[in-house]
């Protein structure tokens, strides 16, 4: 298990490859063209770099409060289902530019990953390793390759333009090319895939393995291939053979799998079909960083001390999705005025009173310090005198915690939200302590640090790193009081596929062929893992059968770096993420320094060839729509 995660980063230490723009493409520093290839040992190290393009896809900086390459779980704030604490690099203002950072980076990031496969794919066959063995090497930097072009013709190819298509090594002033047709280009990720597949020493799957590329892979890249070039049937029919391969839903914990999937346990399970691998080593080294920017204040790790930021939080628009379950076999939307009536009738600056905390317990004043907090400019003295007749200082929390119980199970496993508890550290990082999520909060409480809150029977409160911010939090990929070691060191593999996502595009191939009941069907497999009820009439007709499978797929993997792709090709970004007009806290006022968004107009969804690539290749296309100014 470990050798793969080690051989990364050996090769992350010798030097990375980037795009085809003015950095070297040879794979790694240390060697050179055939000359990487030469022994067995070379070869696995090449082989695994290739890997190594997976990890970090996104840049942190003006996402989170530090620069660094982070996972997948940042690509959420660009969706629907996240959002960030931070400006984003003003990629949602009407003044962003082809030159924006964020363009150029995950050009880069593909191209590296594409370069990298090249090089394998050109050498590997003068190497000197068993032939069967090389066959399912070739065949996994195939995949590999399908993967980071299917990604770049996503974002920068869609609408017919394209992306610039290499399939052998080339050197970093060859890479001179123009865009190869948006469906060429889908063509060769196509061909990829079905080389792959007809590799017979590639193995079916990859479960409980090094987090190697395996068939059911690439069936499964290859059926989103076909769902997003609309050859429904074709797609069907390839994400039937992901489940031949060997692949299926973790079920193994009751009620608890959804929560248990995302555990050290059941890491490597059927369910996972691609992930990015970690473990911990006291280096910390080998770990996720990703706990850090998406926990609360008081999580964290023993050797890292309690303190996550999250920078990255759960937005208002995907908790309002949860359904309320009604019985085992009734959900229903979820509505505020069904918890609160004076919801509708109230507006967005005043709804913050609803989530002020109580200054009551047990018929008693809680403390001074809480109560002076309550009643101060992030309390009661930032609504109007009419909301302030709402408050209820014995149950307000009692009345917003209502609207949070009896959702769909999946939002607890995902959310802390508003009144959960949350299990945390204390100051010393020595021991788990259990926390509630409350707000106004005094400050940055632990239960050794003096907190006002001391009074028997009374959880200390916890909170986001800004205490004067009450927004959603993430339980998913965070720890639980003394469960790791270190904040930037989380051991959880990061799952890039797994199997509700093929099942859910499965549904979605289903719904656009006509076959409902065929998509209720596969809807339903992930729900009933869930443990809650599919309701027949979301598949009446075909508008409200699309619209529930992607709803579906927003409850399903927030945390994941799913949803921004899925918005982007579904062409619903403006409406479920610019519509909000920025990012707000749980009553939905605007929070932070993240400013608010403005749609430039539909030319966002094909993001722009950088400006810097345009000016090093005189023979790219600019992408229409884009001022290139």
């Not at 982070?70 to 969706?79: E, L, T």
């Not at 990829?192 to 020493?201: G, K, Q, S």
């Not at 996550?308 to 208002?316: A, E, L, Q, T, Y």
């Not at 309002?320 to 379950?325: A, P, R, W």
Request: aromatic share 12%; charged share 25%; glycine share 10%.
């Amino acid at each position: 298990m470990k050798k793969i995660i080690y051989l990364i980063v050996t090769i992350l230490m010798l030097g990375s490859l980037s795009a085809c723009v003015d950095l070297d493409t040879a794979p790694y520093s240390e060697t050179t063209g055939g000359n990487m290839w030469t022994t067995d040992e070379l070869v696995e190290k090449g082989v695994t770099g290739v890997y190594s393009s997976l990890k970090k896809p996104v840049y942190g900086g003006n996402i989170m409060g530090e620069s660094a390459w982070v996972g997948y779980a940042a690509w959420d704030c660009f969706g629907m289902t996240g959002e960030s604490r931070l400006g984003m690099d003003g990629v949602f203002t009407s003044s962003v530019k082809e030159s924006n950072r964020r363009f150029s980076d995950t050009w880069k990031w593909c191209y590296d990953g594409i370069h990298r496969a090249n090089g394998a794919i050109a050498h590997l066959p003068g190497s000197t390793i068993e032939p069967g063995k090389k066959a399912e090497r070739i065949a996994e930097m195939k995949v590999l390759r399908a993967f980071f072009y299917g990604r770049l013709n996503e974002l920068f190819g869609n609408g017919g333009l394209g992306v610039p298509l290499y399939l052998e090594e080339v050197a970093a002033d060859e890479c001179n090319r123009t865009q190869t047709p948006e469906a060429d280009v889908w063509a060769a990720i196509i061909q990829d895939l079905t080389d792959a597949i007809n590799e017979p020493n590639l193995r079916n799957n990859d479960i409980g393995g090094e987090g190697r590329a395996s068939k059911g892979l690439a069936y499964a890249l290859r059926g989103r291939a076909y769902l997003l070039t609309k050859k429904y049937t074709e797609a069907a029919a390839d994400y039937a053979k992901v489940g031949e391969c060997g692949y299926a839903l973790y079920t193994g914990a009751g009620a608890e799998s959804y929560k248990k999937l995302f555990k050290l346990e059941n890491e490597r399970c059927a369910e996972m079909i691609l992930s990015n691998q970690y473990i911990y080593e006291p280096s910390a080294a080998y770990g996720s960083v990703m706990q850090k920017y998406l926990g609360m204040y008081q999580q964290g790790g023993k050797a890292g001390g309690a303190t996550c930021w999250g920078d990255i939080r759960v937005s208002p628009a995907v908790v309002d999705l949860y359904e309320v379950v009604v019985d085992a076999n009734t959900v229903k939307d979820f509505n505020w005025s069904d918890f609160i009536s004076e919801w509708n009738s109230t507006s967005v600056v005043d709804r913050r009173v609803f989530f002020i905390r109580n200054t009551l317990f047990n018929g008693a004043e809680i403390q001074g310090t809480v109560t002076t907090q309550i009643n101060g400019t992030n309390g009661l003295a930032g609504v109007s005198n009419n909301a302030k007749a709402l408050y209820d200082p014995a149950n307000n929390e009692t009345r917003i915690k209502a609207a949070y119980a009896n959702r769909d199970p999946r939002l607890n496993f995902n959310v802390v939200v508003p009144y959960s508890e949350f299990v945390g550290l204390n100051n010393a990082a020595t021991e788990a302590v259990t926390y509630v999520y409350r707000y106004p909060v005094t400050g940055k409480n632990k239960t050794d640090l003096g907190s006002p809150e001391k009074v028997d029977g009374y959880l200390v409160s916890g909170c986001m790193d800004q205490t004067y911010q009450f927004v959603y939090g993430h339980r998913k990929f965070v720890g639980e009081g003394i469960e790791f070691d270190h904040r930037t060191a989380n051991p959880i593999d990061e799952p890039i596929l797994r199997y509700a996502d093929v099942l859910l595009q499965w549904a979605e191939a289903l719904v656009e062929s006509g076959d409902l009941p065929g998509a209720k069907a596969k809807v339903k497999e992930v729900r009933d893992r869930a443990g809650i009820a599919t309701p027949d009439a979301k598949f009446a007709n075909q508008t409200t059968a699309r619209n529930y499978v992607r709803d579906e797929r927003r409850r399903e993997f927030v945390g994941e770096g799913i949803n921004f792709f899925d918005e982007m090709r579904w062409r619903t970004l403006k409406e479920t993420k610019f519509a909000r007009g920025g990012a707000t806290d749980v009553w939905g006022g605007y929070v932070g320094t993240a400013g608010t968004y403005a749609w430039i107009g539909d030319q966002f969804y094909t993001w722009p060839v950088p400006k810097a690539e345009i000016e090093l290749n005189k023979n790219l296309k600019k992408t229409p729509g884009w001022t290139y100014e």
